[in-house]
């Protein structure tokens, strides 16, 4: 079996996914057509061309415009069903996704709009291709900590459909500890936490998410090996780093793949996993992710069915649903 359609057979989680980031380019002309937005693009391909970046923050002003072609909430319920029916044929049976809700509110799309598109999505999701899905709400943190914290007051009436909080979008000069107040306010309403750090800021900001914000897993978080004790805690405490391989050398984060330190870290009991982040701008699904991350450092069928492994128990997911699909995931792997 080529390693694709082995990596496809494993049951597993994708767990670093910004909705956001799904939104391929036809889909973007499709929707701009619909709501009557002019693209600064003429077609697809020139939009493809637009996606050489040199940083963070070059995705981002680009991921940003990207988005405002979502209006309304038959936009957000089309993307999310595009990217579930992706993720599940790729073999992905449960994905905690990503969603910014700033980048929408500040263009005046508000909560309901949405948040309806989602939840209904991932209802469709569950019972066409069987795959389970939730949200976790990521704050901006290129805006002011007063904002995260109006933004989850904003999200107050609709916590049933969100499990945790996120932090995302430009790194550096922009620590966790700013965030404190939002995620104290998550954790006390019984969310989960998790951050981006060290994608391009130091190993002091995955500390300071493991510490202030009391992040349960860490989004990237390549950048721990500068700091042997971090590492060691890592290891330690058994906290996920939800990696996404191709996106850092797509960011220059790594010059190459086969630069990247996830089998390293792998190999140092670090409970590694692979993710997408933003496929439709990085080049890649989950399944790419791990094919490519595979042939570019040697990783064998055991790494493989490792990182599946490590994505299932990084999950929120009840500890019986965990079980299930660590029954399944044993049962696929010994053939
Ligand atoms: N928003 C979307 N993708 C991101 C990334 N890789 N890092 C930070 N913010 C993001
Ligand atoms: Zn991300």
Sequence with gaps: M????FVRSLP??????????????EMMFDLAARNGIDLPFANVDEVR?????SDLQTFLDIYYQGAAVLVTEQDFYDLMVAYLGRAAHDGVRRAEIFFDPQTHTERGIEFPVFMNGF?????????????SAALIMCFLRHLPGDDALGTWHEAEPFLDDIIGVGLDSAEVGNPPEWFFDAYAHARAAGLHAVAHAGEEGPPSYIT???????????????????????VDRLVREGIP???????????????RLEDHNLKRL????????????DPAYFGGYVLDNYVDTAAALDLTRDDLVKLARNSIEATFLPDEHKQALLDELDAVAAG
């Design 2 to 5: 080529d390693t694709a359609s």
């Design 12 to 25: 597993k989680a994708e767990l670093h996914l910004h909705i956001e980031g799904t939104l391929e380019p």
């Design 266 to 277: 792998l190999d140092r009991g670090v409970r590694v996993t692979i993710n997408s982040d």
């Design 241 to 255: 780093l939800t990696m996404c391989p191709l996106s850092n050398v797509k960011l220059r984060v790594f010059d």
């Design 49 to 53: 061309a637009a996606y050489e970046f």
């Design 119 to 131: 939840t209904r999505a991932i209802e469709y999701g569950e019972m066409r291709w069987g795959i």
């Design 208 to 230: 300071g998410a493991l510490d202030t914000l009391h992040a349960e897993r860490i989004d990237h978080g390549v950048r721990c090996e500068e700091d042997p004790a971090l």
